[in-house]
């Protein structure tokens, strides 16, 4: 018996209690088998939408999803879509129905779900009803359509990949005419929306089984990220390296902290080597390819509609991700460009692209944690990194008799000089320095 929150049992008794069938259903009937905590919970029954509102009358309704039966009730603070019972109708461009009609059988609602595992549906009285076997799947851990995959995936390519995603957070292998339907279909993606495919994607990069679907799927990654494909099979031959282009990202992606930014510009930070490639006898180099790699996934990320804040910090990480470290100045010098959460993260990328190499260059780790350590200690000594952190501001500069845009020129100036360790942030050296500019007749 499921552990269900009080919230989800009010709902489910009070639609029994006024004489409706109510199961809790998907996803979260599948975490609980796999001894998972849900994060959301489903609930489906044979009441009709108007039935449901009058139901729960006394609660907050929100009735968004009313024209695919779904009603949104909130008990406790907790929102829970309730849906009818339904059979979809047509799909007419891979992703919606075009029309549902409603059902009183509670088996003809899961006929119409994705995969076998997130087809099972359960209630406190009546137990688990799996008419398409989920369970055993889950044991057998495999993910598998319900009925012909590729009817399913026609009605929905979004499924596509929702099944190599599932593969990746669970660990599970896909059923081999599933598999065989995603590579011949993969190209109904196109119909698919940038926001869908993104959150999906995300999923999938954070995923325990991330480096076997990266291999085994690199096909429908290529479907909306074209650009990966020179890197498939692309031997590096380098004395760092011994994974082809494409599989040293999958394995850095894989062993990077199961941070969705650092997956994210793992994934994309070295999309730019084919095209950066120097031949040197039996050798390739690829001098600025952090550069390119930095530039092509600005663009990817636009076409994928992501955030501003999250393609700047990835296309940050890409452009600093071959940078060295030799000195403490050298860490300020980073930490003042690119801010000091986006070097923490940028340490985290560099520790998963060494360990995606040859053995010798995980050797470079412990330096990277050392380089960590330092910067933190910068941060606890409150180290001036950053303009605002100088013991002087613009109006100082005014003061001084500098405007414009000179007072900007100046205080960048002074934060180098810093950093550089040429001057103290006190007060009176940095003046000091600014006369000397006045004086100097330079800005």
Known sequence: MFNLPVQVRTALDMLSK???????????VRDFILGNTP?????????LPSQTERVFENFRIIETGIKHGTVTVIIDHMPLEITTYRIDGEYADNRRPVSVSYTSRLADDLARRDF???????????????????????????????????????????????????????????EKNTAECIGKQKYLLKNISAERIRAELDKLLTGKNVYNVLMNYSSVIEEFIPEIHNSIGFDQKSKYHMYTVWEHIAVAVSKACNDKIIRLALLLHDIGKP??????????????HAGKSADMAQKILKRLKYENSTSKRVITLISHHSDKFESEKAVKRCMSAIGSEAFFQLIEVQKADNLAKKPFCAERIPKLENIKRTAE????????????ELAVNGNDIKN????????????????????????????????????????????
């Open 116 to 174: 076998t595992m997130n087809a099972i549906a359960y209630n406190h009285s009546s137990g688990i009803y799996d008419p398409f076997h989920g369970q055993d799947d889950i044991i057998k851990k495999q993910i598998i359509c319900v009925g012909n995959p590729q009817e399913r995936f026609n009605e929905d390519a979004l499924r596509i990949m929702r099944a190599v995603r599932f593969s990746s957070q669970l660990g599970f292998e896909i």
């Open 275 to 288: 095209f950066s490639c120097q031949e040197e006898g039996n050798c390739r180099h690829f001098k600025g």
């Open 18 to 28: 006024n004489g409706y069938e109510a199961f809790i259903v998907g996803g979260c």
């Open 400 to 443: 001084a008799g500098f405007s414009g845009k000179d007072i900007g020129i100046i205080l960048k100036k002074l934060l180098d000089e810093v950093i550089e360790n040429n001057i103290s942030n006190e007060y009176e050296q940095l003046m000091q320095f600014v006369m000397e500019i006045k004086n100097n007749g330079q800005v």
């Open 39 to 47: 994060y959301d919970y489903d609930i489906t029954t044979n009441a």
């Open 377 to 388: 200690n910068l941060i606890k000594s409150k180290s001036c990194l950053n303009v605002k």
